[in-house]
Every structure is written in C-alpha cells, then in structure tokens.
C-alpha cells in the first residue's frame, strides 16, 4: 500500500504531464503522427522521448499532441512543431536520440534540426 505522500507525488506527475498535453493556445504544438503505421515505425517511444524532455527541463508553453495519421507513412514516425508566427516545421524519421535533440536544439534554442526535416529525408 502506498503511503499519502507518494499518492501525492504520483499526482502531481500526472498533472504535470496533462498540462503539458493541454497547453494553451499560444502555446508551441508538437504533434506526433501515432497511426499504425507510426506506431509500427516506433512513434511511442518518441513521443515519451519528447514528453520526458520537455519535463525534466521543465518547459511550458508547449503541447504536446497525439494525431492520427499524417499522409506521409514512408517517412514515420514523423513530428511537427507548430509554433505561432512561424512556418510548420515536419521532422521524419524520428528516434528517441533525435527526439531529445529536437527538443534541446528546436524547443529550446529556436533552431531547427535540418538534417531530421521532410526537406533534407526525401533527396
């Protein structure tokens, strides 16, 4: 049995992720393509990948959210950014690594990874 302590703190994990799956409208969106073919792609554990990041470094304004199928299956798991003012960035081929990387040098220092981008994966 668990004690009033940890029930707690197993709370407050639990809203610290809603939260960061809810967000609010100027809120930067990530959306991780989770169709079966994501999901047979390995989309899960980019999205926990992206998920945990964001949370040990405590960033807000971003949400996080599970769609469906984004139309371009050769190239999952795929992730777009949507940040408001700024051109949707589309990000295939994701792993974990990369998923982390992205939240470090994209979320956070405001510079797109190229190299994980639909541009520089269908030449």
Not at 57 to 76: D, H, S
Not at 78 to 87: D, K, L, M, R
Request: glycine share 8%; net charge positive; proline share 3%.
């Amino acid at each position: 049995m668990k004690s009033l302590a940890e029930l707690q703190a197993i709370r407050e994990k639990a809203r610290s992720q809603i939260s960061v799956r809810e967000g609010s409208n100027d809120a930067v969106r990530v959306l991780v393509g989770m169709a079966t073919c994501g999901i047979a792609a390995g989309a899960r554990p980019v999205l926990t990948a992206i998920l945990d990041e964001i949370s040990k470094r405590g960033l807000n304004k971003i949400t996080v959210t599970q769609t469906g199928c984004i139309g371009i299956c050769q190239f999952e798991p795929v992730v777009e950014v949507i940040a408001p003012g700024q051109e949707k960035v589309t990000y295939v081929k994701m792993t974990p690594e990369k998923a982390v990387r992205m939240v470090n040098d994209h979320l956070v220092n405001g510079n797109v990874v190229t190299e994980f981008t639909i541009g520089s994966n269908t030449k």
